[in-house]
């Protein structure tokens, strides 16, 4: 019985040691395998972002041209009136308002290029000085009594027919405008100006690649990048006036616009080959 026994236990021993070793190669081999991914994962992470054969390249530049002439002006004025009460010196303020308008649509100006750009009414005050020891009944709680009220009115107008501005600003003046400010010159197609300055541009970049392309005896492949700068002018012609219609008429400023460019510049980077 004995011997028995420790055949058993000999046995049972024996049948554990070969499961323990395949248990700790298997681990040993997970151990290597994940080790060796995470060099490879760790490698591959050090070259994101890299061009790995990075192309070759050249770099041209075009410019383009365009000389234009502002044929919009827009000018600003103030149509300010005071009086006692608020609604007198509304229908003032209104009256000369509608002449004004009026004239301005008699000298072709459309009714959607004039706008009201802001309307306030402010109550006007005097000051007066009280004596140290008044006795004022009903008394006063402060130095200012009110007199009346002052409309103001600003109105912005663009005038489409240049040719015809100083008149027009010398008109508006004569007509009890205040504040006739801010002649501001701008071209009514700008944006189809700056497209056809820089299509002249990259045309101009184009030629300057295909002479560049020859001379080194290169193909060229595709754009890889594009890049553009320019001068967009804005026109302006300082003109501010207070006028006020006392017997007689303004002379009409003579309003030069003279001439101005819209250029661009554009770089053009291409793959050769």
Partial sequence: MKG?????????????????LIISALGLFLILFFAVRIAKDIKAYDYIGRDVSSPNTISVSGKGEIVAKADIATFTFNVLEESPNVSDAQSRAAKKINDIIQFLKNKGIEEKDIKTTNYNIYPRYNYIKLPEKSQIIPPIRDNRVLIGYEVNQGIEVKVRK???????????????????????????????????????????????????????????????????????????????????????????????????KITSQVNIVYEIR
């Fill in 162 to 260: 240049i040719d015809s501005a100083g008149t027009i600003l010398s008109g508006v003046g004569n007509l009890g405008a205040s504040n006739v400010s801010g002649l501001n010159f701008s071209i009514d197609e700008e944006d189809k100006l700056r497209k056809e300055a820089r299509d002249l541009a990259i045309e101009d970049a184009r030629e300057s690649g295909k002479i560049l392309a020859r001379s080194l005896g290169v193909k060229l492949v595709r754009i890889i990048n594009f890049s553009e700068s320019g001068y967009f002018p804005i026109y302006r012609e300082k003109f501010s006036t207070d006028v006020m219609a006392v017997g007689g008429a303004t002379l009409a400023p003579e309003i030069p616009t003279g001439e101005n």
């Fill in 4 to 20: 028995n026994n420790n055949d058993f236990k000999c046995c049972h021993f024996c049948g554990h040691k070969p499961m323990k």
